[in-house]
């Protein structure tokens, strides 16, 4: 299948971001595995929106979040690639909210400190949501990850 043409997007970000936080979750998380494919600094996914497409992304040293996006079939919406890729990887989530609850929680901020950058990270679709859910409840821990 040839790539008809291509797109290139600059994603903002709340701050405090760091890419690499999601790249390293991703790497890690065997569910993520089939369709997202993290590496360094880097992640590719895809999607539709609503044409398919594949999207190459990595950060910037400005702070943002480039995608390269190469369109399947026929070019699609770029305004639709960048809301599907900032629903799954949450650029524009506040965690200011969190930060602020724990700082006046000496034990709840030494485990914000932990996750001072990292974005939420969630799945592409309610069905793979779904999946996960019923493969943690029958699935002892250990062999989950």
């Known amino acids: 299948m040839a790539v ?4 290139s997007l600059a994603l903002p970000v709340a701050a405090p971001y760091d ?3 999601s ?3 991703l790497d890690r998380f065997a569910p993520a595995s089939d369709g997202t494919a993290g590496h360094r600094e880097a992640v590719v996914t895809g999607g539709f929106a609503p044409e398919p497409f594949v999207a190459h992304l990595h950060a910037d040293e ?6 390269r996006v190469e369109w399947v079939e ?3 919406d770029g305004n639709a690639v960048a809301e599907r890729l900032d629903s799954f990887l949450s650029f524009s989530d506040d965690p200011s ?4 609850a ?8 030494r485990a914000v400190a932990d996750l001072r950058g990292y974005h939420h990270v969630r799945f592409p679709t309610p069905f793979e949501a779904a999946c996960w859910a019923a493969i943690s409840r029958r699935t002892p821990t250990a062999l989950r990850w």
């Open 19 to 21: 890419f690499r936080r």
């Open 62 to 67: 400005c702070g943002l979040v480039r995608a």
């Open 74 to 76: 026929e070019p699609g």
């Open 4 to 7: 008809a043409k291509w797109t």
């Open 97 to 100: 909210p969190l930060y602020d």
């Open 102 to 109: 724990a700082a006046s929680d000496p034990a709840f901020a």
């Open 23 to 25: 790249v390293e979750y």
